[in-house]
């Protein structure tokens, strides 16, 4: 606390070193002993204390035993939070600096006359003083006002014992609402920390998630290139069986093309001794080749490629059904699939033995 520059600042050093003395909780003057917080901010003790006891119910006291915590409580000037030992607040260094200039300015007001604009008057009375409180009325008055005046059949009472009740009031309101702030604090940090929590646990599930599905399409990425490589080897078989009876037909074709040329140049020769010569020859070499219907032949249906049709209806229906579900939901789910399979693989056995 710089008392030495706030005071140069104002023109009434008095005034502005009161303004410095005053106990942020309170709004007193520090009422020794003054303790000096971790933050550099001083409080008096049992305002101190009463922050303190507010924000740790549950705190009984100095004990004798060395395992006792301490609590912890915020300062009321810079909301900084302070961590107290088990001796509570008792553990707090106190400022005998600012003790020390306490009781010189108390010294310092004592030896100088009361002015007569330092305390408010009655305005119903502008000689009189308000030095009475109204409880009837509650309002601060004057003893005129008691005896001639307004207040004359209300109830009263001496205006320091007021003073000070009220006093203690504000500052027990002020130290429940310090300790009140703290919890709000408290929850404030709790919730921000479920949140990051909450952003953690969802990036893991979405992270995991991802993983299953990518290995669940690389499994039918895989079952698809193994079922296509099947389909295309059945065709390459096909085809090649289909060419390679083309090329015996073809064959047969020419054979069967030449021999026709070759008959129709025979029946132009003129001379029955020539054509005799190679008609019989001839006539064999047509018979043979008219056997060629005798070639390999295709089934009905060869081409058709339907034995390969797959019914996923029942996958993608099991697809369909994938959610979130405890560990006893899936193993119920696997043991009805087993059972399924079973029965289905029962009801063949059956069948065959038929």
């Keep these: ?211 299953k599905f990518d290995t669940l399409y690389a499994i039918l990425d895989e079952k698809k290139s193994e079922l296509l490589q099947r389909i295309t080897r059945e065709q390459e078989e096909k085809l090649g069986f289909l060419e390679a009876l083309i090329q015996q037909y073809r064959e047969q074709l020419d054979k069967s093309t030449k021999l026709v040329e070759t008959a129709i140049q025979s029946l132009d020769e003129p001379g029955g001794a020539i054509f005799l010569l190679s008609a019989k020859q001839l006539i064999r070499s047509i018979v043979e080749a008219s056997k060629g219907c005798q070639l390999g032949k295709i089934e009905q249906g060869f081409e058709n490629m339907d034995y390969f049709t797959l019914d996923l209806e029942h996958v993608a229906d099991t697809l369909r059904t994938i959610d979130f579900g405890t560990d006893e939901e899936e193993e119920e789910f696997i043991q009805e699939e087993e059972d399924h399979e079973e029965e289905e693989s029962t009801e063949g056995k059956e069948e065959g033995h038929q």
């Excluded at 609590?71 to 260094?93: K, N």
């Excluded at 702030?181 to 599930?205: A, F, G, P, W, Y």
């Design 1 to 211: 606390m710089d008392y030495k520059s706030s005071l140069i600042q104002d023109g009434n050093p008095m005034e502005n070193l009161e303004k410095q003395l005053i106990c942020p909780i309170c709004l007193e003057m520090f009422t020794k002993p003054v303790v000096i917080l971790p933050c550099q901010h001083n409080l008096c003790r049992k305002c101190a204390n009463d922050i303190f006891q507010a924000a740790n119910p549950y705190w009984t006291g100095r004990v004798g035993s060395a395992a006792m915590s301490g609590g912890r409580f915020r300062c009321p000037s810079c909301r900084h939070e302070v961590i107290m030992d088990r001796h509570g607040v008792y553990g707090l260094q106190r400022n005998l600096l600012v003790e020390n200039i306490i009781d010189i300015y108390k010294q310092e007001c004592s030896s100088r006359p009361l002015q007569k604009g330092s305390h408010p008057m009655c305005k119903e009375h502008e000689d009189e003083k308000i030095n009475i409180y109204c409880l009837t009325c509650e309002v601060p008055t004057c003893s005129m006002c008691k005896v001639f005046g307004a207040h004359k059949a209300c109830e009263v009472a001496p205006l320091q014992s007021v003073f000070q009740g009220q006093k203690t009031e504000l500052s027990n309101c002020i130290s429940m609402l310090v300790a009140g702030n703290d919890r709000v604090q408290t929850i404030i940090t709790q919730l921000e920390d479920s949140c990051r929590v909450t952003k953690e646990n969802s990036h893991q599930v979405k992270e995991e998630l991802s993983q």
